[in-house]
């Protein structure tokens, strides 16, 4: 019997034979483009007391200590009207995970693709494809309240990739100026969404020579309807304004609540009155004379209830060669309703052409049951990234 991490080895082994050998002996090896990547992650997590979200841990389910060694090749082909590309990756990971007082280590393998792609051009103006991907829109660096997709936009992990969900899309250029998109999420791919459902979005851009401008609505197979957007501006060659927002039906809430039980504590519904709730995210981007730059967002949640909150504020700075060939991005979030906060500094530095170190560290203030301690009081991680 092969065993499940054979079986993915083996499938990303044809996937890149595939991609390296019998593309290019059928269209040539002109188009032929690969890039390798392996990251070495270790990480502490300080986890909350607890708390009402995640009593015991029982919940979440967090990993108090983790480490992982990933390889990523990336791989990409294109010939005529065609392009390929593929992310394969392998991944060993050791946790370990603290649940109910009780201490359990945890060893796993695995290989798998979370995005690849195909993609036709069908006019000089039409295109379609079809493949997993982490499709991240919008200039927020909190979220994107606008992307009905995905709400991790990446942006706040050293080394860890984003899975991919299936995505059919069809796209049509209509000038340098203007696009649309119609977009249909076929399927989780590789995302850990339990809660999945298929999404059909449409979405129109506008680009132009000092701002943009972008439209997205969207609607789910359950019925969800959402209208969202973003746009930006530079008003200066220093700065630079945006906003992004979302109008959507109030949905059913979760959070847990005493109930009989053996776990004492159980997820029951809160509300789902159908009501209309907005988000929104408005930022500024300034750039100094050293090429520094500084960024200050706020974020109003119109879902948040008293454990879920609604108004945040968050101001980061990035400092390019700090001391030498170091690079800082720190960043401050401030809950402006309970007062938790949430600090987060990160250290990067090129040790030579090819290897990249990472340090980040977090640390949240406030009450367990407030908005940023819920689940972890700090966040200790260290990466090297090799890049051939």
């Excluded at 082994?13 to 269209?27: A, R, W």
């Excluded at 500084?294 to 108004?311: I, K, M, S, T």
Aim: net charge negative.
């Amino acid at each position: 019997m092969i065993s499940a991490l054979k079986l993915q080895a083996l499938v990303l082994g044809v996937f890149s034979f595939f991609f390296l050998t019998i593309l290019p002996q059928v269209f040539g090896m002109e188009g032929l483009s690969f890039e390798f990547k392996a990251t070495a992650l270790a990480g502490i997590n300080g986890l909350s007391g607890n708390s009402v979200l995640n009593p015991g841990n029982r919940f979440a389910r967090l990993p108090d200590q983790e480490s992982n060694i990933t390889l990523k090749p990336d791989m990409s082909f294109a010939c005529e009207d065609w392009l390929f590309y593929a992310k394969p990756r392998l991944e060993v990971s050791m946790e370990n995970y603290e649940i109910n007082g009780e201490s359990d280590d945890v060893f796993d393998k695995n290989a798998d693709i979370p995005e690849f792609m195909v993609r036709r051009k069908l006019t000089e103006s039409l295109f379609v494809s079809y493949g997993r991907e982490n499709l991240q829109w919008g200039p927020g660096f909190l979220y994107s309240p606008s992307n009905p997709f995905f709400n991790d936009n990446g942006k706040k992990s050293l080394v860890q990739d984003l899975d991919g969900k299936g995505m059919l899309k069809l796209i049509m250029v209509h000038d340098e100026a203007f696009a649309a998109s119609l977009i249909y999420n076929t399927d989780k791919g590789t995302f850990n969404e339990p809660d999945f459902e298929k999404t059909l979005a449409m979405k129109i851009d506008y680009s132009g020579d000092t701002g943009y401008a972008s439209l997205v609505i969207s609607h789910t197979d359950h019925g969800k309807s959402k209208l969202g957007g973003f746009a930006g501006t530079t008003l200066t060659d220093a700065l630079i304004v945006y906003g992004e927002t979302s109008i959507q039906k109030e949905t059913e809430t979760l959070y847990p609540a005493a109930v009989p039980g053996p776990l004492t504590r159980d997820m029951t519904a809160l509300k789902n009155n159908g009501d209309l709730y907005a988000v929104l995210l408005l930022g500024a981007t300034y750039t100094l004379e050293s090429g520094d730059s500084l960024c200050l967002e706020y974020l109003y949640y119109g879902d948040g209830l008293d454990f879920l909150r609604q108004n945040y504020i968050m101001l980061q700075y990035l400092i390019d060669d700090v001391m030498g060939s170091i690079d800082l991005v720190s960043r401050a979030t401030v809950c402006l309703d309970d007062g938790s906060s949430r600090l987060y500094a990160a250290l990067s530095r090129e040790l030579n052409d090819h290897m990249e170190l990472k340090l980040g560290w977090m640390v949240n203030t406030g009450g367990t049951d407030d908005s940023f301690r819920t689940y972890l009081d700090y966040q200790v991680q260290a990466a090297l990234e090799y890049t051939y």
